[in-house]
Nanobody, 124 residues
Framework: VQLVESGGGLVQAGGSLRLSCAAS????????MAWFRQAPGKEREFVAA????????YYADSVKDRFSLSADAAKSTLTLQMNSLKPEDTAVYYC??????????????????WGQGTQVTISS
């Protein structure tokens, strides 16, 4: 499985951006796809995740009222809509995939496939 991200860029605070992650290759019905982010000098942190078999959606507290996930099963694509963006959302955003239990979707080391990352910059 390969993950290819698109989207990202530079936007002013309060604006919106959309990130997409397309999975190519065969994925398990128990596949989970997620977004993590990493700001300079900080650890990689969980943003949001979706479990394909149950379509369960999980969000970090810092984004749950502003970000939303949507999925296109036919295209194996996960989209992250980011609204009301803040300067602290600035980071490289990574798509991750793997057979991951809903109990550990927020733990980066449980994913075995990662995208190349895409830069999101929010100006104040």
């Amino acid at each position: 499985v390969q993950l290819v991200e698109s989207g990202g860029g530079l936007v002013q605070a309060g604006g919106s951006l959309r990130l997409s992650c397309a999975a190519s290759g065969r994925t398990s019905t128990h596949y989970t796809m997620a977004w993590f982010r990493q700001a300079p000098g900080k650890e990689r942190e969980f943003v949001a995740a979706l479990t394909w078999n149950s379509q369960g959606k999980y969000y970090a507290d810092s984004v749950k009222d502003r970000f939303s996930l949507s999925a296109d099963a036919a295209k194996s694509t996960l989209t992250l809509q980011m609204n009301s963006l803040k300067p602290e959302d600035t980071a490289v955003y990574y798509c991750a995939g793997g057979v991951v239990s809903r109990l550990v979707v927020a733990i980066a080391r449980t994913y075995d496939t990662w995208g190349q990352g895409t830069q999101v910059t929010i100006s104040s």
